[in-house]
């Protein structure tokens, strides 16, 4: 008898004939011009939600920010978006909140305010309130040119035409230029005050050039509020004059409906 043994198959390599030892494979080659498959809906949600939470800078946030938000819940309220407890809650998280991303779930739920930015955003590239409606603003006749308070006061405000040339006078008085829902006559007017132991102040828009000229004895031209980049559209104001043992004030402050409720001290009352 010969002492040869068969060989056992060799398990490295399959049989050319038959079937892989290695078991079926589990993965299904995908049709031939098919798409490749995309990411499932829940992926996509949390990543988005991922972007969402980076785009909130973890940064402190200011009393003006905390403000912002509390004008909002209290917009809601009036809406009838949030009941009184769910406001309280929210109010008192806001006073609390340190960072914007400590802000940014209370309003999450809520519509945002057309122009509004999130707090602690990157400032936006967009023209300032009312700036779209600039060239609509200038032209016609002066509402008046002149406004005298001797001992008392005089004050313009709301929808009203501001002159190409106006006087204003305070002696031992007070007067209130503002001018953000104004229109001008034309696009650059001259304003020019004389306060005399007397105030005189003028509000302006954002996006309006202000050029101040005045000269103060023993009194002041001061120019304050939130300096913005002039519009190219909108008008230019020029304040001159004098002011002797008083002072005229000019500061640029947004339009009610489009600014953010501030203050010196916050406020937890409704």
């Not at 040869?4 to 490295?12: A, F, I, N, T, V």
Request: aromatic share 4%; with cysteine.
């Amino acid at each position: 008898m010969s002492d040869e043994r068969p060989q056992k198959p060799s398990l490295d390599k399959p049989s050319p004939d038959g079937p892989s030892l290695d078991g079926p494979s589990l993965e299904k080659a995908a049709p031939e011009g098919a798409a490749p498959a995309g990411p499932s809906p829940e992926k996509v949600a949390l990543e988005k939600a991922a972007l969402e939470k980076a785009a909130v800078p973890a940064m402190r946030a200011s009393d003006a920010d905390r403000e912002q938000v509390v004008e909002r819940l209290r917009d809601a309220v009036a809406e009838g978006r949030l009941d009184m407890e769910e406001f309280g809650e929210r109010l008192e998280a806001a006073y609390a909140s340190r960072t914007y991303a400590e802000l940014e779930p209370l309003t999450r739920d809520l519509p945002p305010v057309p122009g509004a930015a999130l707090p602690g955003a990157a400032p936006a590239t967009a023209p300032a309130p009312g700036a779209a409606a600039w060239p609509g603003r200038i032209g016609g006749s002066g509402t008046s040119s002149t406004a005298v308070a001797v001992m008392s006061g005089f004050q313009r405000k709301g929808r009203w035409v501001v002159p190409a040339r106006f006087n204003a006078v305070a002696v031992w008085g007070g007067g209130e230029l503002d001018l953000r829902e104004a229109d001008f006559a034309e696009r650059e007017v001259v304003i020019t005050c004389v306060a005399i132991m007397g105030g005189i102040q003028i509000t302006v828009p954002p996006g309006v050039q202000v050029d101040v000229r005045g000269i103060g004895v023993m009194g002041a031209f001061d120019h304050s509020g939130t300096q913005t980049v002039a519009h190219p559209d909108a008008p230019r104001v020029i304040v001159n004059g004098l002011a002797f043992w008083g002072g005229v004030e000019v500061r640029t402050k947004a339009p009610k409906g489009s600014k953010p409720l501030g203050g010196d001290k916050p406020r937890k009352e409704l």
